[in-house]
């Protein structure tokens, strides 16, 4: 994955560190000069020198020097493949390679850097390049850069950061360009592409900042034009309701970057909540039905805040039939009216005048609805009941106080007749809302009283509530209309006091008593009254004094004392009151005075002077000549009438009642204003005290971005969603209603169609159907295009709307019909292979390059959906995609001949073709759909033409160090061979088809006898490339599965120093990935005594002498468990510790070249191998307690690995004291920095299960001598695999995690159930190989831990697979480990066993569950049991006591309380697998007697059963001995009435048997053997065991029929002696120390 800045030498090692060896120095040098090479087999041609392109005419012309190719191929050894220049190879600087090349992320931002720029193009089709580019790119960076490189400080990582930097502001200014010209008026394909791009270019950057940047380092990171594009896409409403998640994060950055930007969006989004909730209250409320007042109140409250920007007035008069409805019942809950009350009076007393306005006009239009006129026809009903959410204080208050005098006139107006309809409304109501207005009306009337005028209509309707006549009873009581009058008296209008006047004059004269009151009220006395509380000087009360008191308690109380003496001269009291009046001015001596009962004195002296001299009224006029007075009586009379009006806490709910809190004395501004009062005081409510502040500044609706979103959101809101505002016919008329502000442009419809998904794709595949061109057509597959990929950048994983929507829409048949618009139209198929002829090329030149072009996208195409039919499953469409994929194989083939033609030299169209044939020949059997041609002859041919490649580019070129041009070539043919070979194996009639595998020498006639064999094969092995020489090695593997393939191999390896053995030990021991081991014996030459071994001896010898165990033990040291490798020159040791302090840090262990961030680091390339590891990924741990080697030296390195190379060239004449292991065997202590995977140890087992066959002594000696079994079970680590289980389901942080986590926890599953297997073979050769306490213990400890895994969702199919297969080898294993050493290792097993007992029997009861699907796993797990529990029993039978055995398997059964039910559960399992699979009975009717008897009556379910029936023989030998050792388990057998299902099957045998002894030509002598006597044997054997030590069990079968059973069938046991001997063990156990038993068959018994 690395790219070259300069001239550096291609076949540098450094630039393939995907080897899990870390260090591989070329294997196939470059040779100086170059050489022609053959395009097919046999023929000698100049090779083209072109540049690999698909078609390059001029480079076939070009000259260069010409060789023999004999002359290179008639070498001895098909590996010596060029001279190796060991100076040159040796004098290369690692370092300085590296310096020259790039790594991975410098090539991932090398990508951005020079790619972003071209998003600003005008071109779709560039464009969308562009971003495919980058989503991939957008892949590597993920595992490729860490977030840590914003901390770097080292060169490279400055480097790499300032380049960031210029891309994200590139970035951001790309997003601000695309957004800006969507806006403008521009034609709709412009729009559609500007919309498009700005949205893959926003996920794309998203994605991007996700990847690289925390959110808490924005701030100090992030370029303004990016700061800006992120407020463009957070207020875009579409992108975010199509993009949630995607949104979510953009809202996050933004909040780290910019306070004012965020502050805008936050403000946005509350007004576009409110804009939803008030098109939410406008369809609730227009339904028909019953209404959730509660609900509508809520929105209401909430949709006050947009009311200003959307001015949807009608929401007004709605939610003001809402109040009336609220309030007209009586029932209504008290908190509805409140609430209720609340929004009104925000509507009120709003700041907008115009929402003021229209919420008095909708008030008064309710008024006159419900007192007009028109009512007046009507009886007297309830109609009234309508204005009763007006009736209340604080709403008449609103009224009267602010709307009577406000700004607007129209506000006034609608005011003046709301109060002028209630006040002369009377007739119009019913007496309930009379009365509710008077009481309503009393607390306001002295605020309303200020309006009072003789010229006004209003004024005047206002001077009426005072007024009193003989003739009839004013509007208010009497008392308040006395205080009207008298507090009319203070008015600025001398009319109004004039009136006042004739109000009080009645209430004077009819005063009690009058005539004897002073003054005599004749004419001059009235004429005065207008004016006499018209002071010239207010008195000042200063009553709020925030400083501290200069009273004390003490002076207070000694003047209350004097002032109500009464033995103290009057003059003395006097002055005391003074002074009390003084001081109570202080209002923190208010509380003192009240305490000593000094206002109640005060007033009861007021009362005494009044009922002496009079009212005040009349003591007023008395002395109005005395200002002093008149300006103390006339404040005192202030105070009184205007008391009430004082209250705030009356007016506004935010007005604090605390007593101990009492606000100073105040009066509301209204009555300040309006009337002349003769004191001076503080006034309160200037403003409304309902009125609320606007929660959103003008600046913020104009704002176009904000108000584009509002828009937006009403639009979205009020049709109900996107879908439905798109299918709006007319959207102008629908939205004649709205203003101006809230109406969507025809760009903003286009917008939010192309950005809604399914919109956007409903339109591309109408704009298909309706297409008049091919360029229409290729537009809308463009921008279908487009949405899919935006569905991976804004998942990165499972898909989308986009694949959910395409599934919906037919979109197929009109894509198809737009093709066969074609002049000459033809299948797809058809168009892969297209030959013409030499004029055709020549007059047709401008079109091959679209069809080239075609055919690139066409293979394409089918490699994608070849990959989608892998998960067919229909049996027809098996066929029918089985059909195409063998079409598509013979077209491939013959475009694969096309493409090879000698007229022209295309690489990448070869190379495509081949990779297009890896996908055809994936799935076994592709080549059996053909119905014309045989499917081994379409094997040969593939095996033709694909040898015919490989031999072009690979062997006739000495591998690709002489042509690094077909790497690619290469690599995809070798996979085809490897997929070919397994359908011949699949497809050929016979075993001959090895030799069509061979390769020849020559392609001429006198030459062609001599073959080369699979010697070809060889140099795949030690490719520079992994990936060509893992799939190699799979070849071989696959051909050597049989016997003449064995053969072939070892012959083509005859002049390789050690053969074929040699090579692949000597590939193994050099830490190269493989498993492949051949099975024929090499022929190696001894130095020594000069003759040659075959078969073991050879074996045994290459073993030694190349240290093969020694070299095994150091690999399973260097394991390592991880998921990613190291940096080129660091240790495994350093790596494993930098790995393990990153255990619980997933961010912290994601980056290249994190661990020396000063040193230019390398990446590793993902391997097709399941034994390379994966680079770059977080692991969740190592197994750190593994010793870690140090690197050795670069030079040991380089020259081990060209010793190998030199080996492998060399044949034995010229192999001297020099081999392939010698080099090895010099660096074996050097701990070589290679890194081993648990795949590769995994190939190790099963090569150790091999050898231990082959040679079991010496095998088991090498195991033991270097404890190499110990080392490989500690590898066994159960927590990672758990916890990578737990990590593949928890949310990672990116989606290829998951796969990787599954690749790992596959690979370390494979490995415990390899080395399970070779465990269970050392088991069977030689016991004391794994009886050994330094193995035993550790290993069965893992072994139960990994039998304990559990998961509560489902793990998939193919780790399912994995897990149950793992299961099953440690099952067999275990197995095998009692079975060979019972005595000895059942203490082990079950001391390890209790610590997991439930997790494991829960683990065994799921594969007893499993029997149908996995029936493997229920027979290793049920043997496993039954060998378990019969050790158990033999235990227990020898009465061996051992106190350090603790707890035995009879205590974990039977007395355990832990794991009681869980005991419970496994047996109630084996019992019903037992008794279905023996009588067909259904697991729900065991319990069920006669159901059971009527099931064991069925002769079908007898007849069509075999008692050979593997599970039910499995079943009965885990039933036995746990009905022997486990009181549970024979607890559940009587529970599960087994006694009587057992006798029931007895009894039906004994018919059976009568029934065959009656049939003619039988014979009365059974066998033994026969089924029937099996299992009669079982059952009785199955009742022994229940009876055994179980007298519970044995009561129960004294009612049943076992007497008479027994009885009926001793004929047929007399015939028998094993039945007679078990028949005699179930009654000696059954009468054992069980009396009632014996005395029951005693009868019985004398009888016989």
Same mark, same amino acid.
């Given at each position: 994955?690395?790219?070259?800045?300069?001239?550096?030498?291609?076949?540098?090692?450094?630039?393939?560190?995907?080897?899990?060896?870390?260090?591989?120095?070329?294997?196939?040098?470059?040779?100086?000069?170059?050489?022609?090479?053959?395009?097919?087999?046999?023929?000698?041609?100049?090779?083209?020198?072109?540049?690999?392109?698909?078609?390059?005419?001029?480079?076939?012309?070009?000259?260069?020097?010409?060789?023999?190719?004999?002359?290179?191929?008639?070498?001895?050894?098909?590996?010596?493949?060029?001279?190796?220049?060991?100076?040159?190879?040796?004098?290369?600087?690692?370092?300085?390679?590296?310096?020259?090349?790039?790594?991975?992320?410098? /090539?991932?931002?090398?990508?951005?850097?020079?790619?972003?720029?071209?998003?600003?193009?005008?071109?779709?089709?560039?464009?969308?390049?562009?971003?495919?580019?980058?989503?991939?790119?957008?892949?590597?960076?993920?595992?490729?850069?860490?977030?840590?490189?914003?901390?770097?400080?080292?060169?490279?990582?400055?480097?790499?950061?300032?380049?960031?930097?210029?891309?994200?502001?590139?970035?951001?200014?790309?997003?601000?360009?695309?957004?800006?010209?969507?806006?403008?008026?521009?034609?709709?394909?412009?729009?559609?592409?500007?919309?498009?791009?700005?949205?893959?270019?926003?996920?794309?950057?998203?994605?991007?900042?996700?990847?690289?940047?925390?959110?808490?380092?924005?701030?100090?990171?992030?370029?303004?034009?990016?700061?800006?594009?992120?407020?463009?896409?957070?207020?875009?409403?579409?992108?975010?309701?199509?993009? &949630?998640?995607?949104?979510?994060?953009?809202?996050?950055?933004?909040?780290?970057?910019?306070?004012?930007?965020?502050?805008?969006?936050?403000?946005?989004?509350?007004?576009?909540?409110?804009?939803?909730?008030?098109?939410? /209250?406008?369809?609730?409320?227009?339904?028909?039905?019953?209404?959730?007042?509660?609900?509508?109140?809520?929105?209401?409250?909430?949709?006050?805040?947009?009311?200003?920007?959307?001015?949807?007035?009608?929401?007004?008069?709605?939610?003001?039939?809402?109040?009336?409805?609220?309030?007209?019942? #009586?029932?209504?809950?008290?908190?509805?009216?409140?609430?209720?009350?609340?929004?009104?009076?925000?509507?009120?007393?709003?700041?907008?005048?115009?929402?003021?306005?229209?919420?008095?006009?909708?008030?008064?239009?309710?008024?006159?609805?419900?007192?007009?006129?028109?009512?007046?026809?009507?009886?007297?009903?309830?109609?009234?009941?309508?204005?009763?959410?007006?009736?209340?204080?604080?709403?008449?208050?609103?009224?009267?106080?602010?709307?009577?005098?406000?700004?607007?006139?129209?506000?006034?107006?609608?005011?003046?007749?709301?109060?002028?309809?209630?006040?002369?409304?009377?007739?119009?109501?019913?007496?309930?809302?009379?009365?509710?207005?008077?009481?309503?009306?009393?607390?306001?009337?002295?605020?309303?009283?200020?309006?009072?005028?003789?010229?006004?209509?209003?004024?005047?309707?206002?001077?009426?509530?005072?007024?009193?006549?003989?003739?009839?009873?004013?509007?208010?009581?009497?008392?308040?209309?006395?205080?009207?009058?008298?507090?009319?008296?203070?008015?600025?209008?001398?009319?109004?006091?004039?009136?006042?006047? +004739?109000?009080?004059? /009645?209430?004077?004269?009819?005063?009690?008593?009058?005539?004897?009151?002073?003054?005599?009220?004749?004419?001059?006395?009235?004429?005065?009254?207008?004016?006499?509380?018209?002071?010239?000087?207010?008195?000042?009360?200063?009553?709020?004094?925030?400083?501290?008191?200069?009273?004390?308690?003490?002076?207070?109380?000694?003047?209350?004392?004097?002032?109500?003496?009464?033995?103290?001269?009057?003059?003395?009291?006097?002055?005391?009151?003074?002074?009390?009046?003084?001081?109570?001015?202080?209002?923190?001596?208010?509380?003192?005075?009240?305490?000593?009962?000094?206002?109640?004195?005060?007033?009861?002296?007021?009362?005494?002077?009044?009922?002496?001299?009079?009212?005040?009224?009349?003591?007023?006029?008395?002395?109005?000549?005395?200002?002093?007075?008149?300006?103390?009586?006339?404040?005192?009379?202030?105070?009184?009438?205007?008391?009430?009006?004082?209250?705030?806490?009356?007016?506004?709910?935010?007005?604090?009642?605390?007593?101990?809190?009492?606000?100073?004395?105040?009066?509301?501004?209204?009555?300040?204003?309006?009337?002349?009062?003769?004191?001076?005081?503080?006034?309160?409510?200037?403003?409304?005290?309902?009125?609320?502040?606007?929660?959103?500044?003008?600046?913020?609706?104009?704002?176009?971005?904000?108000?584009?979103?509002?828009?937006?959101?009403?639009?979205?809101?009020?049709?109900?969603?996107?879908?439905?505002?798109?299918?709006?016919?007319?959207?102008?008329?629908?939205?004649?209603?709205?203003?101006?502000?809230?109406?969507?442009?025809?760009?903003?419809?286009?917008?939010?169609?192309?950005?809604?998904?399914?919109?956007?794709?409903?339109?591309?595949?109408?704009?298909?159907?309706?297409?008049?061109?091919?360029?229409?057509?290729?537009?809308?597959?463009?921008?279908?295009?487009?949405?899919?990929?935006?569905?991976?950048?804004?998942?990165?994983?499972?898909?989308?709307?986009?694949?959910?929507?395409? +599934?919906?829409?037919?979109?197929?048949?009109?894509?198809?019909?737009?093709?066969?618009?074609?002049?000459?139209?033809?299948?797809?198929?058809?168009?892969?292979?297209?030959?013409?002829?030499?004029?055709? =090329?020549?007059?047709?030149?401008?079109?091959?390059?679209?069809?080239?072009?075609?055919?690139?996208?066409?293979?394409?195409?089918?490699?994608?959906?070849?990959?989608?039919?892998?998960?067919?499953?229909?049996?027809? =469409?098996?066929?029918? @995609?089985?059909?195409?994929?063998? %079409?598509?194989?013979?077209?491939?083939?013959?475009?694969?001949?096309?493409?090879?033609?000698?007229?022209?030299?295309?690489?990448?169209?070869?190379?495509?073709?081949?990779?297009?044939?890896?996908?055809?020949?994936?799935?076994?059997?592709?080549?059996?759909?053909?119905?014309?041609?045989?499917?081994?002859?379409?094997?040969?041919?593939?095996?033709?033409?694909?040898?015919?490649?490989?031999?072009? /580019?690979?062997?006739?070129?000495?591998?690709?160090?002489?042509?690094?041009?077909?790497?690619?070539?290469?690599? @995809?043919?070798?996979?085809?061979?490897?997929?070919?070979?397994?359908?011949?194996?699949?497809?050929?009639?016979?075993?001959?088809?090895?030799?069509?595998?061979?390769? &020849?020498?020559?392609?001429?006639?006198?030459?062609?006898?001599?073959?080369?064999?699979?010697?070809?094969?060889?140099?795949?092995?030690?490719?520079?490339?992994?990936?060509?020489?893992?799939?190699?090695?799979?070849?071989?593997?696959?051909?050597?599965?049989?016997?003449?393939?064995?053969?072939?191999?070892?012959?083509?390896?005859?002049?390789?120093?050690?053969?074929?053995?040699?090579?692949?030990?000597?590939?193994?021991?050099?830490?190269?990935?493989?498993?492949?081991?051949?099975?024929?014996? &090499?022929?190696?030459?001894?130095?020594?005594?000069?003759?040659?071994?075959?078969?073991?001896?050879?074996?045994?010898?290459?073993?030694?002498?190349?240290?093969?165990?020694?070299?095994?033990?150091?690999?399973?040291?260097?394991?390592?468990?991880?998921?990613?490798?190291?940096?080129?020159?660091?240790?495994?040791?350093?790596?494993?510790?930098?790995?393990?302090?990153?255990?619980?840090?997933?961010?912290?262990?994601?980056?290249?070249?994190?661990?020396?961030?000063? %040193?230019?680091?390398?990446?590793?390339?993902?391997?097709?191998?399941?034994?390379?590891?994966?680079?770059?990924?977080?692991?969740?741990?190592?197994?750190?307690?593994?010793?870690?080697?140090?690197?050795?030296?670069?030079?040991?390195?380089?020259?081990?690995?060209?010793?190998?190379?030199?080996?492998?060239?060399?044949?034995?004449?010229?192999?001297?004291?020099?081999?392939?292991?010698?080099?090895?065997?010099?660096?074996?202590?050097?701990?070589?920095?290679?890194?081993?995977?648990?795949?590769?140890?995994?190939?190790?087992?099963?090569?150790?299960?091999?050898?231990?066959?082959?040679?079991?002594? =010496?095998?088991?000696?090498?195991?033991?001598?270097?404890?190499?079994?110990?080392?490989?079970?500690?590898?066994?680590?159960?927590?990672?695999?758990?916890?990578?289980?737990?990590?593949?389901? #928890?949310?990672?942080?990116?989606?290829?995690?998951?796969?990787?986590?599954?690749?790992?926890?596959?690979?370390?599953?494979?490995?415990?159930?390899?080395?399970?297997?070779?465990?269970?073979?050392?088991?069977?050769?030689?016991?004391?190989?794994?009886?050994?306490?330094?193995?035993?213990?550790?290993?069965?400890?893992?072994?139960?831990?990994?039998?304990?895994?559990?998961? +509560?969702?489902?793990?998939?199919?193919?780790?399912?697979?994995?897990?149950?297969?793992?299961?099953?080898?440690?099952?067999?294993?275990?197995?095998?480990?009692?079975?060979?050493?019972?005595?000895?290792?059942?203490?082990?097993?079950?001391?390890?066993? #209790?610590?997991?007992?439930?997790?494991?029997? =829960?683990?065994?009861?799921?594969?007893?569950?499993?029997?149908?699907?996995?029936?493997?796993?229920?027979?290793?797990?049920?043997?496993?049991?039954?060998?378990?529990?019969?050790?158990?029993?033999?235990?227990?039978?020898?009465?061996?006591?051992?106190?350090?055995?603790?707890?035995?398997?009879?205590?974990?059964?039977?007395?355990?309380?832990?794991?009681?039910?869980?005991?419970?559960?496994?047996?109630?399992?084996?019992?019903?697998?037992?008794?279905?699979?023996?009588?067909?009975?259904?697991?729900?009717?065991?319990?069920?007697?006669?159901?059971?008897?009527?099931?064991?009556?069925?002769?079908?379910?007898?007849?069509?059963?075999?008692?050979?029936?593997?599970?039910?023989?499995?079943?009965?030998?885990?039933?036995?001995?746990?009905?022997?050792?486990?009181?549970?388990?024979?607890?559940?057998?009587?529970?599960?009435?087994?006694?009587?299902?057992?006798?029931?099957?007895? +009894?039906?045998?004994?018919?059976?048997?009568?029934?065959?002894?009656?049939?003619?030509?039988?014979?009365?002598?059974?066998?033994?053997?026969?089924?029937?006597?099996?299992?009669?044997?079982?059952?009785?054997?199955?009742?022994?065991?229940?009876?055994?030590?179980?007298?519970?069990?044995?009561?129960?079968?004294?009612?049943?029929?076992?007497?008479?059973?027994?009885?009926?069938?001793?004929?047929?046991?007399?015939?028998?002696?094993?039945?007679?001997?078990?028949?005699?063990?179930?009654?000696?156990?059954?009468?054992?120390?069980?009396?009632?038993?014996?005395?029951?068959?005693?009868?019985?018994?004398?009888?016989?």
């Amino acid at each position: 994955m690395y790219m070259y800045k300069g001239a550096v030498s291609q076949n540098s090692s450094v630039s393939y560190c995907q080897d899990a060896r870390r260090f591989s120095p070329s294997q196939n040098p470059s040779p100086g000069g170059s050489s022609p090479r053959p395009s097919v087999i046999g023929r000698t041609g100049q090779r083209p020198r072109g540049d690999g392109q698909d078609w390059d005419a001029a480079s076939s012309s070009g000259s260069s020097s010409h060789a023999n190719v004999n002359s290179r191929i008639s070498v001895q050894s098909p590996l010596d493949i060029g001279h190796i220049d060991l100076p040159e190879l040796e004098s290369e600087d690692t370092l300085e390679l590296q310096f020259q090349q790039l790594s991975l992320p410098q /090539f991932c931002v090398a990508i951005l850097e020079y790619v972003v720029p071209l998003l600003r193009t005008g071109s779709r089709r560039v464009t969308m390049k562009v971003l495919e580019l980058l989503t991939e790119d957008l892949l590597l960076i993920v595992d490729a850069v860490s977030e840590d490189v914003w901390e770097d400080s080292s060169l490279f990582g400055l480097e790499l950061k300032e380049k960031l930097l210029g891309i994200l502001d590139s970035l951001g200014e790309t997003i601000l360009y695309h957004k800006n010209n969507t806006d403008s008026e521009q034609p709709r394909l412009v729009i559609v592409h500007h919309r498009m791009t700005f949205l893959s270019v926003s996920l794309f950057t998203i994605r991007l900042l996700q990847t690289l940047l925390p959110v808490e380092k924005a701030s100090s990171v992030l370029p303004e034009s990016l700061l800006t594009a992120l407020f463009e896409i957070s207020v875009d409403m579409p992108f975010s309701l199509e993009y &949630p998640n995607i949104h979510e994060s953009v809202v996050a950055y933004l909040e780290q970057m910019n306070s004012e930007n965020y502050s805008i969006y936050k403000q946005a989004a509350e007004a576009a909540y409110s804009i939803e909730c008030s098109c939410n /209250f406008m369809t609730d409320v227009r339904k028909e039905g019953e209404k959730n007042f509660i609900d509508l109140l809520e929105l209401a409250e909430k949709a006050l805040k947009s009311l200003p920007y959307h001015q949807y007035f009608n929401l007004l008069q709605e939610f003001i039939n809402i109040c009336s409805d609220i309030w007209k019942s #009586a029932q209504v809950s008290p908190v509805l009216q409140a609430e209720s009350q609340k929004v009104l009076l925000h509507l009120l007393s709003h700041p907008m005048s115009n929402i003021r306005t229209e919420s008095y006009h909708s008030c008064l239009k309710s008024v006159k609805e419900c007192l007009g006129i028109h009512n007046a026809i009507k009886p007297v009903s309830s109609v009234s009941y309508g204005i009763h959410f007006l009736l209340h204080p604080k709403v008449l208050y609103e009224i009267c106080s602010f709307g009577l005098q406000d700004s607007q006139n129209e506000v006034c107006s609608a005011a003046k007749f709301i109060l002028m309809y209630l006040l002369q409304g009377r007739l119009m109501m019913t007496v309930v809302t009379w009365n509710k207005f008077i009481e309503a009306l009393c607390p306001v009337v002295p605020v309303l009283q200020g309006y009072a005028d003789t010229e006004e209509h209003l004024g005047n309707c206002i001077l009426t509530l005072s007024e009193t006549t003989a003739e009839k009873d004013g509007i208010l009581p009497r008392t308040a209309r006395l205080r009207a009058a008298l507090r009319l008296l203070f008015s600025r209008k001398p009319l109004v006091r004039s009136v006042a006047l +004739k109000h009080l004059k /009645f209430h004077l004269t009819l005063e009690e008593k009058g005539n004897l009151k002073r003054p005599l009220l004749h004419g001059t006395i009235l004429s005065s009254i207008p004016n006499l509380f018209i002071v010239e000087k207010p008195v000042e009360l200063k009553l709020a004094d925030a400083r501290e008191s200069v009273f004390k308690a003490e002076t207070v109380e000694k003047l209350y004392e004097i002032f109500i003496s009464d033995t103290i001269d009057l003059v003395l009291r006097k002055s005391a009151a003074e002074q009390l009046a003084v001081i109570m001015q202080d209002s923190k001596m208010h509380d003192i005075i009240k305490k000593m009962g000094a206002i109640d004195r005060i007033l009861a002296y007021c009362g005494e002077c009044i009922d002496q001299d009079g009212k005040i009224m009349e003591f007023s006029l008395i002395f109005q000549d005395y200002s002093a007075v008149m300006s103390e009586a006339a404040a005192l009379l202030c105070l009184l009438l205007f008391d009430e009006a004082a209250r705030k806490e009356m007016w506004a709910d935010t007005v604090s009642c605390d007593p101990y809190n009492t606000p100073p004395f105040s009066l509301p501004a209204a009555i300040m204003r309006r009337y002349h009062l003769p004191v001076r005081v503080s006034s309160h409510h200037a403003v409304s005290p309902n009125s609320v502040v606007l929660p959103f500044s003008c600046e913020l609706w104009a704002s176009k971005r904000v108000s584009d979103m509002l828009k937006m959101a009403w639009n979205l809101s009020w049709f109900g969603g996107t879908d439905n505002l798109l299918k709006l016919t007319s959207y102008e008329t629908e939205a004649k209603e709205f203003v101006d502000t809230v109406k969507l442009s025809s760009e903003d419809l286009i917008s939010l169609k192309i950005t809604h998904t399914t919109s956007g794709l409903q339109d591309c595949l109408n704009s298909i159907i309706q297409a008049v061109s091919h360029r229409e057509v290729r537009d809308a597959v463009t921008t279908m295009n487009f949405y899919i990929l935006n569905d991976r950048l804004a998942l990165m994983c499972s898909s989308g709307p986009c694949g959910a929507t395409l +599934k919906c829409l037919a979109w197929q048949p009109a894509l198809s019909r737009s093709v066969c618009k074609c002049k000459n139209p033809k299948s797809l198929l058809d168009l892969v292979v297209q030959p013409e002829s030499q004029a055709q =090329d020549e007059t047709d030149d401008l079109k091959i390059p679209v069809k080239q072009q075609l055919q690139k996208e066409l293979i394409a195409f089918f490699n994608t959906l070849l990959v989608s039919f892998m998960s067919v499953t229909d049996r027809k =469409d098996i066929e029918l @995609t089985g059909y195409f994929r063998t %079409e598509l194989a013979l077209k491939l083939l013959q475009y694969l001949r096309v493409t090879d033609a000698p007229h022209f030299y295309g690489l990448p169209s070869l190379e495509r073709t081949l990779r297009g044939m890896v996908h055809v020949t994936a799935l076994p059997g592709w080549s059996s759909y053909s119905v014309t041609i045989e499917p081994f002859t379409i094997c040969k041919k593939y095996l033709a033409g694909l040898l015919e490649v490989i031999s072009s /580019f690979y062997v006739e070129w000495g591998g690709n160090a002489m042509s690094f041009m077909g790497k690619g070539v290469t690599k @995809t043919t070798i996979l085809c061979l490897l997929h070919l070979s397994h359908e011949m194996m699949a497809q050929a009639p016979n075993l001959d088809w090895i030799s069509l595998w061979f390769l &020849p020498y020559d392609g001429r006639e006198e030459q062609s006898l001599s073959r080369q064999g699979l010697a070809w094969l060889i140099p795949l092995w030690v490719d520079r490339d992994p990936e060509v020489k893992f799939t190699s090695l799979a070849i071989g593997s696959a051909l050597t599965s049989f016997e003449a393939g064995c053969f072939a191999l070892a012959e083509s390896c005859r002049n390789i120093s050690g053969g074929l053995w040699g090579t692949v030990i000597n590939i193994l021991l050099d830490k190269s990935e493989c498993s492949m081991v051949r099975r024929e014996g &090499p022929c190696v030459h001894d130095e020594e005594s000069g003759v040659f071994l075959t078969g073991k001896p050879a074996l045994l010898a290459l073993l030694y002498h190349c240290h093969f165990y020694e070299h095994l033990n150091e690999m399973v040291k260097e394991c390592y468990l991880g998921r990613y490798t190291f940096d080129l020159h660091c240790s495994l040791e350093d790596s494993l510790a930098t790995e393990k302090n990153n255990l619980n840090d997933l961010d912290e262990s994601i980056s290249f070249w994190r661990i020396h961030s000063s %040193e230019s680091q390398s990446a590793s390339s993902h391997s097709t191998s399941d034994t390379v590891i994966i680079s770059s990924l977080p692991s969740l741990g190592c197994v750190s307690e593994i010793p870690a080697p140090t690197s050795p030296p670069l030079g040991i390195i380089r020259d081990v690995l060209v010793n190998r190379l030199i080996a492998q060239g060399q044949s034995d004449r010229t192999t001297t004291a020099s081999s392939p292991c010698d080099s090895q065997q010099s660096v074996i202590s050097s701990h070589q920095c290679a890194v081993v995977t648990p795949p590769l140890l995994s190939a190790v087992c099963s090569l150790l299960d091999n050898l231990l066959i082959v040679t079991p002594k =010496d095998t088991g000696i090498a195991l033991q001598r270097l404890h190499i079994l110990t080392a490989l079970s500690s590898l066994i680590n159960p927590g990672l695999i758990e916890r990578c289980i737990l990590e593949m389901k #928890a949310p990672l942080p990116r989606p290829s995690h998951v796969e990787y986590a599954k690749i790992q926890v596959l690979s370390l599953l494979q490995f415990v159930s390899s080395l399970s297997q070779l465990l269970q073979s050392c088991m069977l050769i030689d016991t004391c190989l794994v009886m050994q306490d330094e193995l035993l213990m550790p290993l069965l400890e893992n072994t139960f831990v990994v039998l304990s895994l559990r998961s +509560k969702d489902s793990l998939g199919f193919e780790l399912s697979a994995a897990v149950h297969q793992t299961w099953k080898d440690l099952f067999s294993f275990l197995a095998i480990l009692l079975r060979k050493c019972g005595h000895t290792s059942l203490p082990f097993v079950a001391a390890v066993l #209790a610590k997991h007992w439930t997790a494991v029997i =829960d683990t065994v009861c799921k594969c007893i569950c499993l029997s149908a699907t996995h029936p493997d796993l229920y027979v290793a797990c049920l043997q496993f049991l039954a060998i378990l529990f019969c050790e158990e029993g033999k235990r227990e039978l020898c009465n061996i006591e051992d106190t350090s055995y603790h707890p035995t398997m009879a205590f974990l059964l039977n007395d355990d309380v832990k794991s009681q039910l869980s005991v419970a559960k496994l047996c109630e399992l084996i019992i019903q697998k037992m008794v279905t699979s023996l009588l067909g009975v259904p697991p729900e009717k065991i319990n069920q007697r006669h159901q059971v008897a009527e099931e064991a009556e069925k002769p079908e379910n007898y007849e069509g059963k075999s008692f050979e029936d593997v599970l039910s023989r499995v079943a009965a030998s885990a039933l036995l001995p746990l009905l022997a050792v486990s009181k549970t388990a024979q607890k559940c057998a009587l529970e599960a009435n087994l006694i009587e299902t057992c006798l029931e099957q007895m +009894k039906h045998i004994h018919a059976q048997l009568n029934l065959d002894s009656l049939r003619p030509g039988k014979a009365v002598q059974r066998k033994k053997d026969d089924n029937l006597s099996k299992e009669l044997k079982l059952i009785m054997q199955l009742l022994r065991n229940c009876f055994f030590r179980n007298e519970a069990c044995k009561a129960a079968a004294l009612g049943t029929h076992l007497v008479s059973v027994l009885h009926s069938l001793w004929p047929w046991l007399l015939m028998d002696d094993s039945l007679m001997q078990t028949t005699l063990h179930l009654l000696c156990v059954y009468t054992a120390n069980f009396p009632p038993g014996g005395t029951y068959f005693r009868p019985f018994l004398y009888c016989k």
